[in-house]
């Protein structure tokens, strides 16, 4: 048997020594995201690339909403009452709708706080201050339109994140009535969760010393339950079509993390949540991915680029892998 010089011995023990200590690092590395983000403090909409660079960027006004389409184009506002689909390669405005303008709004006090692109072609527009959702088509004829229940109605607060489903019915947040109610084409309120305030009292505010129950928020799960976020009630639960909460996340659940008003919900094909965190301050991370076990495997956290008021993220690739939007389908 022939034996290694002392010297070859020592190199490949540090060989080893130093892929082991390598593969341990990229096993335990973040996961790399590709994201669609935008914050209006800061009038910025952007692609950041898995690298964390700007990829591409757009001057906006007040935004709640965005996607990227199928076709790469982005959809988005750049106010409160105009949706824009804009192509990222050549910074071209392909189509455009204005509510405050159209479909009889003239004059009327109305916010745009939602929309969807949906597989016939059409734009699924969610019109507060009246309150509907209506489809317009690419010439900008209302297609069809659905009066939605409000209880307290305001332009600001009827609505936040809508989504329609596979099964066509709108999954809707009504962030002033603190519900989330499920409606079929016809307007039929078939399902609706009021978002609990857990037997404390509303305090104002914004940020993390706020509370209530304005949900932003909802998802729903392919086992049929709903993930919502709940706003300033600083937290994300799972409920079932009985009612029941079988997941929470609460404001102090994360090590280290203090949740403020919570905003978008997006789950990974992996099975992670990816959730913003608006309004948290400097010292927070802006958007986080946990496990269900409440476990940080990820945050954003970027008060250079964008600022406090960060609500809206789309994780669009996890290292190197497309990730297809789930903002409230029904999978």
């Known amino acids: 048997m022939r034996l290694l010089p002392i010297a070859s011995l020592l190199a490949v023990a540090l060989c080893w020594n130093n892929s082991a200590i390598l593969s341990g690092a990229l096993s335990a590395a973040e996961p790399r995201h590709r994201l669609l983000i935008a914050d209006s403090s800061r009038e910025r909409i952007a692609i950041i690339d898995e690298a964390g660079k700007t990829e591409w960027e757009m001057k906006i ?8 389409l199928d076709n790469g184009h982005v959809l988005l506002q750049t106010n409160w009452t105009t949706i824009v689909e804009v192509d990222p390669k050549t910074g071209q405005r392909v189509w455009e709708y204005d509510s405050a303008n159209s479909g009889g709004n003239a004059g009327r006090a109305i916010e745009v706080h939602a929309f969807q692109r949906l597989a016939n072609g059409h734009t699924m527009i969610a019109e507060s201050g009246i309150p509907r959702i209506i489809e317009v088509d690419q010439a900008g004829k209302i297609a069809h339109e659905v009066a939605l229940s409000v209880a307290h109605p305001h332009p ?3 609505t936040r994140l809508v989504r329609q ?4 019915n709108l999954l809707v947040c009504h962030e002033g009535d603190g519900v989330v109610r499920e409606y079929s084409p016809n307007g039929k309120t078939v399902w609706e969760y009021a978002v609990p305030l857990f037997d404390r009292l509303p305090a104002d505010g914004h940020g993390p010393e706020a509370f209530g129950n304005q949900c932003f928020a909802a998802l729903r799960l392919a086992n049929g339950n709903t993930l919502i976020t709940t706003g300033n009630g600083h937290g994300v639960i799972e409920v079932t079509r009985e009612k029941e909460i ?8 994360l090590p280290n993390i203090t949740l403020a008003w919570v905003t978008t919900v997006q789950q990974l094909p ?4 990816v959730i913003g965190n608006c309004h948290a301050g400097e010292s927070q991370p802006q958007v986080i991915e946990l ?11 970027d008060f250079k680029r964008f600022g406090n008021s960060l609500t809206n993220t789309q994780v669009l690739s996890t290292d190197g892998g497309p990730v297809k939007a789930q903002l409230g389908r029904d999978r």
């Open 61 to 68: 006004g007040p935004l709640h909403d965005l996607h990227l």
């Open 156 to 158: 600001h607060r009827d």
């Open 165 to 168: 489903l596979d099964n066509d």
């Open 246 to 253: 079988v997941w929470q996340l609460q404001q102090f659940d």
């Open 270 to 273: 992996n099975g992670n949540l």
């Open 291 to 301: 496990t269900r076990d409440k476990q940080v495997v990820w945050t954003f956290q």
